[in-house]
């Protein structure tokens, strides 16, 4: 496991010694896993205090939908979904609290209603992202994308996957700390499923240990995704399986914190993991 101790994320300090388990809330219609289940604010905000009570060290909030061909939702409709969830569940849950966005206004918005970490899968890319992400205190996670969700998985192509998305991650670590954000508040995600092939995404987590040399710690997100659908044939709701034996090979092979739908299962498979890398 990796050494760094303490992942700095708005009030809290998050020990990343060992492996946690990031629980996940779509406030979405269109989900690819479950879309529609959590839409409202009741109704989500029950379904993350059920996911901490299994043992989720923190919930990501997401507005808008990522799956490929996802329809993008307009700022105002990503901010009525996701604002209202946030502030109460900062009054009601004490884990850290991710906003799933790359729209520079819902991060200030959610940081403001007391998200403590800002997940943009463009890497803090967008105009006045960066800017927006240095203006507080909250943990940062970069991750890789190759297109954007409407194009990411037409003919996805690399010469070496694993260097170009170590690339792109040192080139986004380099500009995220040029903007003043310390090292001690950015995790990694090399986006499984994100403009990647099957062949892509088993490369990237042979891979993970050398993306670790970057010096930042991994964040993962495999659960009921496609890559694992087409291993061993299973549709979205029946990828339990197969989304705890990738959980529990991320965790292995060096990730700490791994995003995922079923948190009770990974928690409980990844207490057996950090056991034995702590033996």
Do not use: W
Request: glycine share 8%.
């Amino acid at each position: 496991m990796i050494n760094t101790v303490n992942f700095i994320c708005g009030r809290y300090q998050l020990d990343l010694s060992h492996a946690h388990v990031m629980g996940i809330v779509n406030v979405t219609p269109d989900s690819f896993s479950d879309g529609g289940r959590y839409a409202s604010t009741g109704l989500a905000v029950a379904h993350a205090r059920q996911l901490v009570a299994e043992g989720a060290s923190i919930l990501d909030i997401g507005g808008e939908s990522t799956r490929p061909n996802a329809i993008p939702v307009s700022l105002d409709e990503e901010l009525s979904r996701v604002i209202p969830v946030i502030e109460q569940l900062a009054s009601e849950v004490d884990v850290p609290i991710s906003i799933d966005t790359y729209k520079p206004t819902v991060m200030r918005e959610a940081v403001n209603a007391g998200a403590a970490i800002i997940n943009d899968i463009r890497g803090l890319q967008e105009p006045g992202a960066l800017e927006a992400a240095a203006a507080g205190n909250a943990g940062i996670c970069l991750m890789h994308m190759q297109g954007s969700p409407q194009t990411m998985q037409i003919e996805p192509y690399y010469d070496d996957v694993a260097q170009e998305v170590k690339n792109f991650l040192l080139e986004r670590l380099q500009a995220v700390q040029e903007a003043g954000i310390v090292p001690e508040r950015i995790v990694l995600d090399p986006g499984f499923g994100f403009g990647k092939r099957t062949v892509h995404n088993i490369a990237l987590l042979q891979a993970l240990p050398e993306i670790l040399t970057l010096g930042r710690p991994l964040l993962v997100g495999l659960s009921r995704k496609s890559i694992l659908g087409q291993i061993v044939g299973s549709d979205v709701d029946q990828r339990l399986h197969a989304s705890l034996a990738a959980s529990v090979i991320s965790a292995m092979k060096g990730a700490s914190i791994i995003r995922v739908h079923d948190v009770k299962a990974t928690v409980d498979a990844l207490k057996v993991v950090n056991a034995v890398l702590a033996a």
